[in-house]
């Protein structure tokens, strides 16, 4: 029997954070994290304690258990253009790389998908993704040290951004922690940033447009 992906979500928006901010994209969020239950009663015990997504079940728009096939297929149905390709794919989460796998790569290029993908970086991210962006989280080991980019959110307490300028990324983003104290850690992100411009600016634009 064929592999089926549990899968939160699946909707046409445009990406607002980091390198790809304003490209038209289908997000594919997956189910499941290894770094927080998704349960607001383990938030203060959780490795992420400041996720703001929900990724606990596959109830969302579009949501279900796909084969890779099904998935693809999907994937390209929310794309609106036919003739413009390939469709820019983002696999989100939760953390995709938990279910990730060479079949479903395969499928989704086959489909004439462009996959990019946002981890934490706790697991390997396999060579034939085409865009690696890589969200490190406080208290974890990263493991994939090389990638596309790699968008730290700021501050944080535990992560400083010194502490990631080793790895091999093309691409250095810090983007303001949302929460009670944001337009202060917007301010200084921006401090952040003007004193240290290997760093660049990266804003929630969905939040700020209503988008999902």
């Not at 303001?176 to 301010?187: R, S, V």
């Amino acid at each position: 029997m064929a592999k089926k992906y549990a899968i939160k979500e699946i909707y046409f928006t445009l990406q607002g954070e980091g390198f790809h901010s304003g490209q038209p994209a289908v997000f594919c969020r997956f189910a499941g994290c290894n770094l927080w239950s998704g349960l607001e009663k383990d938030r203060q015990s959780a490795v992420c304690s400041f996720c703001d997504t929900d990724f606990i079940d596959t109830k969302g728009p579009n949501g279900g258990k796909y084969t890779a096939e099904q998935l693809a297929a999907l994937i390209c149905s929310q794309w609106p253009d036919e003739k413009v390709r390939p469709v820019f794919a983002v696999l989100t989460g939760g953390e995709p790389m938990l279910q990730v796998d060479q079949t479903l790569i395969d499928a989704l290029h086959e489909a004439g998908i462009y996959i990019a993908i946002e981890t934490n970086g706790t697991l390997p991210v396999p060579a034939e993704i085409d865009w690696v962006c890589v969200s490190p989280k406080a208290n974890t080991e990263i493991v994939q040290t090389h990638g596309d980019e790699l968008k730290l959110v700021y501050p944080q307490v535990e992560n400083k951004p010194t502490d990631f300028l080793h790895l091999d990324f093309s691409n250095y983003y810090l983007q303001p922690l949302d929460n009670a104290n944001q337009e202060e850690n917007i301010l200084a992100t921006i401090d952040y940033i003007k004193a240290h411009p290997r760093w660049k600016l990266s804003l929630q634009t969905h939040k700020i447009l209503g988008l999902p």
